[in-house]
C-alpha cells in the first residue's frame, strides 16, 4: 500500500484562508509536508476549483495573480491531468458508490496517482473507496 495522499480542495483553501487560523495552520503543514516528502498529490480539478473559490469565495479573496502564483506552488507535486479515461473511471465510482460526480472525479484522481488516501474535510472520515480511504485532517 501507498503511502501517498491527494489533497483536496478544501485543504488548499483552507492555507490561504485566515478565517480559521487552526484550520489554517493544519492545512499549510500539509501541504509543506507534501511539498517536502514528494507524497502529496493533486488533481486538475483541485487546482481549478481552488482558483475559484479563493479568489471569489472566500471572505477575503486573494488577488487572481496571488492565486495563479500559488497554482504554480502546488506544481512542485504531482498533477493528475483529467482525461475521458479519468471521466470514464469517475463515473464507475460515482455508480458503485453513489457519491457525488465530482468526488468521485477526485477518488479517480487518487487511485490513478496511486495513492492510499485523500485529505478532505468533504468525504466521510473512515469510508473506503475501492482502494482510497478517507481522512479528515481537521478533525480534533
Keep these: 500500500m501507498s503511502d501517498k495522499w491527494l489533497l483536496d480542495t478544501n485543504l488548499l483553501v483552507y492555507a490561504y484562508d485566515s478565517h480559521d487560523p487552526r484550520k489554517q495552520s493544519i492545512a499549510q503543514d500539509w501541504i509543506k509536508e507534501s511539498i517536502r516528502t514528494g507524497k502529496g498529490t493533486l488533481s486538475a480539478q483541485v487546482l481549478s476549483e481552488f482558483y475559484v473559490v479563493v479568489t471569489q469565495r472566500i471572505k477575503n479573496p486573494i488577488l487572481p ?71 479528515n485532517p481537521f478533525r480534533p
Design 65 to 135: 495573480e496571488e492565486a495563479q502564483k500559488c497554482i504554480q506552488l502546488f506544481g512542485n507535486l504531482e498533477i493528475v491531468e483529467i482525461d475521458r479515461l479519468l471521466v470514464y473511471q469517475a463515473i464507475d465510482l460515482h455508480r458503485q458508490h453513489r457519491i457525488y460526480y465530482w468526488d468521485a472525479l477526485i477518488v479517480a484522481a487518487a487511485e490513478r496517482a496511486g495513492c492510499s488516501k485523500i485529505l478532505s474535510e468533504d468525504l466521510n472520515e473512515g469510508q473506503r473507496y475501492n482502494s482510497i480511504e478517507i481522512q
